[in-house]
């Protein structure tokens, strides 16, 4: 069974600076490609970031670029977005998704809660 269990959420100052996992079992992680997606509070789902089973970043949502990274760590099954910079337009959940991307739903885990707020 594909288990996602995202964690590292919590309440951030804007300027300020969070990170997240996200512990994956029940599947082979290392061919897998991962991604973050998040949901604002009354808004729809919004990819974040992928990344490909190689490691190649192949994607970041325009408003995040340049602050957020993901990134991986296939002897632990672990995937990461260290967030900085926070806005409070960042304010959402945040969920991993084993393959998926843009264009495909992928199978989501559970969400972590992120709040930017002074």
């Known amino acids: 069974e594909v288990q996602l269990q995202a964690s590292g959420g919590g309440l951030a100052q804007p300027g300020g600076s969070l990170r997240l996992s996200c512990a994956a079992s029940?599947?082979?992680?290392?061919?897998?490609?991962m991604s973050w997606l998040r949901q604002p509070p009354g808004k729809g789902p919004e990819w974040v970031s992928v990344?490909?089973?190689?490691?190649?970043?192949?994607y970041y949502l325009d408003s995040v670029k340049g602050r957020f990274t993901i990134s991986r760590d296939d002897a632990k099954n672990t995937l990461y977005l260290q967030m900085n910079s926070l806005k409070p337009e960042d304010t959402a959940i945040y969920y991993c998704?084993?393959?998926?991307?843009?264009?495909?739903?992928?199978?989501r885990g559970q969400g972590t809660q992120v709040t930017v707020s002074s």
């Open positions: 029940g599947f082979n992680f290392r061919s897998s490609d």
């Open positions: 998704v084993k393959d998926g991307r843009p264009g495909r739903i992928g199978k």
């Open positions: 990344i490909d089973s190689d490691g190649t970043t192949t």
